[in-house]
């Protein structure tokens, strides 16, 4: 079934803006993962972050994770329009499990 | 050199067809998986093996039967093909790191049922 769910499941913001993106999720996990999707390709990992980890960073991301609410939000930080995208949030249960993701779009 | 590589990227057939789409990767991992995405978006996980044995098979049709020559493929084969089987069928190889396993995903094979 159905671990992450994404929300907003879309989103439209200007180039430099920042970008916030939640993900819940229902059980628990010992990691949560961010994936980005280019229209048309395959999934590319973002970042990782374990259950015991409140924030991580990486580049113009920066995740947090509050296991106590089973939440996550993805922030993107001075968006580009090439990162327009589609944003998924996975969690480890039982094998990788997916929501449907929040579609991004940064307008030039 | 592309890491996870399907075949075909695109499919049309008319239902009730058999097809294969074909995966290999190159990275040396031994987990490999193939994924649903409907029209909506959603991904959602078919088959898991790992070293060739089957480890997540979730409630997927019969009609669906992978096959795991070696460790560097999976092969996904579809029986009696279906308008709803039309979707994104999305290939992906991880390797199981101390801290979780990340995946590596295929571009994709485009199925549509006619």
């Known amino acids: 079934s159905q671990q992450g769910e994404e929300d907003p499941q879309a989103l439209s913001i200007q180039e430099g803006e920042n970008a916030t993106m939640n993900c819940s999720y229902k059980?628990?996990?010992?990691?949560l993962q961010w994936y980005r999707q280019n229209s048309g390709r395959g999934l590319v990992h973002l970042i990782l972050?374990?259950?015991?980890?409140r924030e991580k960073h990486s580049g113009r991301l920066r995740v947090t994770l509050d296991t106590s609410k089973k939440s996550s939000s993805l922030l993107i930080t001075a968006s580009r329009a090439a990162d327009t995208a589609s944003y998924f949030c996975?969690?480890?249960?039982?094998?990788?499990?997916f929501g449907a993701g929040t579609r991004l779009t940064v307008k030039p | 050199d592309t890491a996870v590589s399907q075949t075909p990227k695109y499919l049309v057939t008319q239902m009730g067809n058999d097809k294969s789409i074909k995966c290999e990767q190159n990275?040396?991992?031994?987990?490999m998986y193939w994924y649903k995405q409907d029209s909506k978006k959603f991904l959602k996980i078919m088959f898991s093996?790992?070293?060739?044995?089957?480890?997540i098979n979730e409630t997927v049709p019969n009609r669906f039967s992978p096959k795991s020559p070696d460790k560097a493929h999976l092969n996904l084969h579809i029986n009696s093909l279906e308008l709803g089987d039309s979707a994104v069928y999305f290939c992906?190889?991880?390797?199981?790191?101390?801290?979780?396993?990340?995946?590596?995903f295929g571009p994709g094979t485009r199925l549509l049922v006619l």
């Open positions: 992906a190889s991880s390797t199981v790191l101390a801290e979780g396993e990340t995946q590596y």
């Open positions: 059980t628990s996990i010992n990691n």
């Open positions: 972050i374990r259950s015991n980890e």
């Open positions: 996975a969690t480890d249960v039982g094998g990788m499990r």
């Open positions: 990275l040396g991992h031994d987990t």
């Open positions: 093996y790992n070293n060739k044995e089957l480890i």
